[in-house]
């Protein structure tokens, strides 16, 4: 039992930073129809910014709390800024381009981030700073619940329901929402398309970078390729919901999440990244639209 | 459009991008020692760089615009060097003659080094030839190319390794099982849109390369498959040159080889189907076409040529594992297409040749190699989507009845 | 009388909880010109895509009967559900609304891909050019461009199609659609985005091909000139229904036509 509610626990774990990344995927896809390949890279330059940051900061010795807060801090603005300008510089030119376009450009935008980071920094595993502290009231579940878990779980929810309520109920999120219906028409409106789909980017990117840093000091390492499976996993989460559905996009980030935990945990840990592309195929073949998505999928 | 508010707009974009690159650029951090490097040169490479880059980026992006909409008028004379070179028959024989002279002459010319190299750059050339027809002539993007280039290799890994047979035997069997692979793999997911096409090939491509790492029993796991046999010539034993100057003319009879099917593919009945496939998937369907069938044979024809090629490789190295086959080769192979122009086949082989063999020569681009792939796709894809070599269509004789 | 060419029975086409097709009856006879008209949103296009295998009815059946080739007896069948290409080989082509033709192939090339379903050379045949494979090329080539020269194209014969100008590409496509030797020739809005020159040559060009090719044609129309010139008989829809049917004087005078044209302001005033 024990053994079950551990896996079950690190499926959620896993689910909500697949949600942080998918969410990045689903509300690109639903404005511009286009799998934003060099999202996982965002989300590895979010954990990198957040180590270096994290370093510097350790070594002049600031309290840790203040690490913390300022390592994501630099993390989210990094993310997003790298999130923009990748927009601008790859995607932006080809809106009218066809479809193979702008995904190959995102493929060789990923490539070259990859590289990038693997140049400037290493191709190494670098050590986590531990970054959260030890909850003194979670020692007697420590089995169950450690406490980085805890701040993930916590800062998940948290920011979910703060995307929620920024879609729902504010001017630019029903922007979004018009944008994604249908461009042309919102241009015509007076949404300023362009500054939605940046400010787009720059949400989903902010979301990769949060998740980048709760995972790496969860995990305790990173490197510069961290971004490619992540990433992979991730789309699969929003397709597995329904790409371009925001609710859909958390709830197959939280199914992927438990599979793989339970797949690896019951019948193989060699296979582990197996389940997810297998996952991810069977998807594709059988149910294109996502669980909650029909034939045309609920848009952000 | 003044000058000033350019250089004004570059300035910032150097600023900007100052910011952006700081944190990974300048600082570097050593986390065991707790040491701090701080490399502040990096960051003034980064503002010259991208001042100048970003003047290039806008002039290029305007002088595209403005031919976009001289190209609407007519078709403009915008042909370049190249494409001169091979579409006019005064220069196109002189230049064959000098290449196929090169061509002979090179291995002898050449240390076995750079004839080893110019193996790998001709493999890549098939490669990206096969790749070429499902992506650019179906347009089918297909990210897990690479799968079928394993599948050869460990084919012929495998059966040299247990019965011991040999190279020939094997090539066209690698061929055949590359192409039925790429059935099996296109059945289920041929009905797929273009973009999610593109994410069920990398899984499958990642899914057969994790079970080469992970399938001990079958595939010898991560430490691979060693001492394969070399390609035997009538049972002559070779000597080191020989055996590699052998691989190189059987490399050169390969690409040939290839070119010759692949020019006539794209001129039958059957390239017509994949190209309108390309264009219109529903006009494409509506004119009665099968469309499965059609994207079918585009997939499994691709994949014969990674299987052969698959089977050369593993005849060259003579050892294999999983690590030659991950996603970063599909999108090398990727990014030889999208540079030399989808569809076109003097561009694919003058791309694979440049991708390969420029980083092997000028050492300082080796260790940015994967980089400048990146850079290239991204810059190809916004600027010169057609490729250095765009495809031209061939016009046809008819028999005019003017009546 | 003759079984019609295309009887369609009954079609209904549901998406989700909206009905854009209800029990819809239209046949069309050999050598007929059938004009298919109706406000925006009528069902004109959905139709389109049911009977062309785009879309698989909820219900109702689509019989065709294909005029026999060489003396054999004619017999209808039926067609839901078959795929795209196949009621394409059956013999029924059409044209879309919004021009769909293969950009960046030339203009001989597009009309060659009608020709597709009708000529059988696969991968070894292209690769090995055998004297079947280069002979059905060859007249592949020679009737493609003779249809050109009929459509009014043959001087763009190596244009790319998407340098054509807008009247050109309409025909063009009506051109690669008479390639794959139809029996009946759906054309959804061809006069579409043309002046009024281009309308007339239209009109000429569809009459012809009916009486040179035998070509039976329907067509979703908007300009009522046009229609009313060239239809021999006029289905009218609204709403997903058949609201009326019959010659073009009848369409023109009938009072549930005009309602549905010009809606509940007619009859508020009258």
Redesign the interface.
Known sequence: MEYFLELFMGGLIRGSIYALIALGYTMVYGII???NFAHGEIYM?GA??A???A??L??MGVHQLAILAIAML?AIV?SS??GF?VEK??YK??RH?????????A???????????????TSDF??F?SLIPDFKFLEPYSSILRPTELVILLTTGVVMLLLTLLIKFTKIGKAMRATAQDRTMALLVGVNVNQVISITFVIGSALAAIGGVLIASHIGQINFFIG?IAG?KA??AA?LGGIGSVPGAVLGSFVLGLTESFATGYVSS??E??FA??L??LI??FR?GGLLG?SSTQKV | MTTFSELKKSFLTAL??M???F???V???N??D???IWRWR?MGYVGVASFFLSLAWRYF?RRKEAGSKRALSRTANSQTLLERISSERRYKIPAMTAAAIGIIMFPFIMNSYQTNIMITALMYVVLGLGLNIV?GLA?L?D?GYVAFYAVGAYTYGLLNHHFGIGFWAVLPLGGALGALFGVLLGF??LR?????L???T???G??IR??LE?WNEFSYGPSGIAHIARPSLFGLKLSFFGEIRYLYFLMIGMVLFTIFVVNRLQNSRIGRAWIALREDEIACQAMGIDKTRTKLTAFALGATWAGMVGVIFAAKTTFINPDSFT??ES?MI??IV?LGGMGSILGVVIAALILILLPEYLRAFS??R??L??????IM??FR?QGIIANVRRSYNFKKVED | MTDPILDVRNLTMDF?GLRALDHLNIDIQQGEIVALIGPNGAGKTTFFNCITGIYTPTSGDILITAPPRSGAVAKAERINGLKPNQVTEKGMARTFQNIRLFPNMTVLENVMIGRHCRTHSGIVGAVFRNRAMVKEEQTVVDISYRILEKIGLARFVNDLAKNLPYGAQRRLEIARALATEPFLLLLDEPAAGMNPHETLELDELITRIRDQEKVSILLIEHDMKLVMSLSDRIFVMDYGKKIAQGAPEEIRNNPVVIKAYLGEEFDAES
């Open positions: 129809e286009l799998i330059i990198f910014t180590l270096i940051v370093s510097v350790a070594v630099a990094y800024a790298y300008t510089i790859a030119p080809l381009a066809p479809r193979l376009s702008p995904l190959i450009s493929i060789g935008m990923s490539i070259f981030l990859q590289n990038y980071v693997l140049l400037a920094q670098l050590p700073p490619f992979i789309f699969t397709v060699d296979y990244d197996v592309f297998a991810l195929v594709l073949i294109p029909k | 900007w991008f910011f952006l690159t944190p990974i650029m600082i570097r951090v986390t065991i707790k040491i701090v990096n992006l992506v347009g993007l990210l289920p997911v797929l849109r273009g973009d999610y593109a994410i069920v990398l899984g499958f990642e899914i994790l079970i992970n996603f970063l999108a990727l990014s999208v260790d940015y994967m980089l792939f990146g850079a290239i796709m991204v894809m916004v989507p | 989700g």
